[in-house]
């Protein structure tokens, strides 16, 4: 008897339309294995320099370096110890002369797997090596395939007088492919899968105000992930791809109608930014930790965005632009991914407000807050009362 063939699941293709600019998001298992024929459909160069998170099981890296090889590609590679303290000049730096080591030209693309770090220093070495050459990026994290690998921001942070400052130095620089094989996520810890959760979170909170939206309740995707919260968290990998395609998809429909986060109003690209002025702020205190215990200080970019929620969330409530309930149905949906919804040891409000105020989302020295206004809603708010700044610092604070 004939044994049927195993039905293939089917890649999720998530396509971001910017003109002359467009690429493909492809979300699915083993891509990674598949790099090197999807690679050379979308570049013309042959050399490939690859730039890879060090912390990656080999196997993984191996079975995309093979596909690279086999698809006729001649490969240099460079790793990267994926920390905010090593998203930096100096790394960009120790990049850019190992590219120029090679004979890149620029139609050879650099290629990126790993996290958000890897694929935020390594598209800033594709953005100005030589005025820029092709990215496609391989995220290997789940905040890196919802989030950081769409919509061309790289950069990286600057040391500053005043301290660590978040993604102060980069440039817009849209990959030529995306390929986020959900495989990868097999070995990420369950903090890290978190954290990306704590993105998709946020993609829920706005993605009725996205442009093109499908009518219908506004807060489907909110509720589709909360729902879902224990099960994601669990790694079920069939799950995470319908999650991945659908965040990417929100994500990319904001990123197409305001690529450089231009739009002066209450919308566009910048409602990506909820949570954020809140958490940069936080992100960066270096005894800050997600559950009280010391030794898992300090926060992920992706906790530290969690916190963010609840305390935008509540500076929405303060202003009269969201509902109570809905305000705690979001601490509630924190709580769920397993955080602590109150920080210990946060720093007086007036500290963290000038923390805010360095953020890059301040224009002409006023501060600018993303806050939820309705299911699946939100809205820039410009020069926020300071009551309302005060409001969302508190929802953060654990109470004595
Ligand atoms: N460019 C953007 O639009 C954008 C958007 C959101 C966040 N970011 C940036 O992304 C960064 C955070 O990204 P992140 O959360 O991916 O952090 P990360 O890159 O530091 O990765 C988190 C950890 O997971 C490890 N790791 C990565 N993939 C793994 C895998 N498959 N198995 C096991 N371990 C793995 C890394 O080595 C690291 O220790 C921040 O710097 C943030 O500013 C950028």
Redesign the pocket.
């Known amino acids: 008897m004939k044994i049927p063939a195993m039905p293939e699941r089917s890649h999720h293709v998530v396509h971001v339309g910017l003109a002359d600019r467009a690429y493909d998001v492809v979300v699915g298992e083993q891509l990674l294995t598949e790099l090197g024929p999807r690679t050379a459909d979308v570049v013309r160069g042959r050399r490939a320099f690859v730039i890879v998170?060090?912390?990656?099981?080999k196997a993984?890296t191996d079975g995309a370096l093979a596909s690279l090889e086999s698809s006729g590609f001649t490969i240099a590679t460079a790793s990267v110890k994926?920390?905010?303290s090593n998203?930096t000049i100096d790394t960009t730096a120790r990049l850019l002369h190992a590219v120029a080591q090679t004979r890149q030209d620029r139609d050879d693309p650099i290629i990126a797997i790993?996290?958000?770090?890897?694929?935020?220093v390594a598209?800033f070495v594709a953005a100005t090596y030589r005025r820029g050459v092709p990215i496609v990026h391989c995220?290997?994290?789940l905040?890196?395939m919802v989030?950081?690998s769409?919509?061309g921001?790289?950069?990286v942070n600057l040391m500053t007088p005043t301290g660590l400052k978040?993604?102060l130095v980069g440039a817009f620089w849209q990959p030529a492919l995306v390929l986020a094989d959900v495989a990868?996520?097999?070995?990420?810890?369950e903090r890290?899968l978190r954290?990306?959760l704590a993105?998709c979170l946020k993609h829920g909170l706005i993605a009725a105000s996205g442009p093109g939206q499908p009518a219908g309740p506004g807060d489907e995707l909110f509720r589709w992930t909360v729902e879902r919260l224990i099960k994601l968290r669990m790694g079920d990998s069939e799950l995470l791809e319908e999650l991945i395609a659908t965040n990417v998809a929100v994500k990319a429909a904001f990123v197409v109608s305001d690529e450089r986060e231009e739009s002066r109003g209450t919308g566009g690209r910048a409602l990506l930014n909820l949570g954020h002025t809140f958490g940069h702020a936080i992100e960066t205190i270096p005894h800050l930790t997600p559950d009280g215990r010391p030794d898992n200080a300090p926060l992920?970019?992706?906790e530290a965005v969690a916190f963010g929620l609840v305390a935008a969330a509540y500076a929405g409530e303060a202003l009269g632009r969201f509902d109570g309930t809905q305000a705690e149905a979001v601490r509630v949906a924190v709580e769920r991914m397993g955080l602590e919804s109150r920080l210990m040891g946060l720093p007086s409000d007036e500290a963290i407000v000038e923390a805010m105020m360095h953020d890059k989302k301040v224009r002409g020295g006023r501060l600018r807050i993303v806050v939820p206004t309705g299911p699946g809603t939100a809205e820039v708010v410009e020069s926020p009362p300071e009551d309302v700044v005060r409001a969302g610092i508190d929802a953060m604070r654990i109470r004595r």
């Open positions: 998170d060090d912390n990656l099981p993984l994926a920390s905010e998203k790993g996290g958000g770090v890897t694929g935020d598209g995220p290997t994290t905040l890196a989030d950081a769409v919509g921001k790289t950069g978040k993604n990868s996520l097999a070995s990420l810890s890290h954290a990306g993105e992920h970019h992706g």
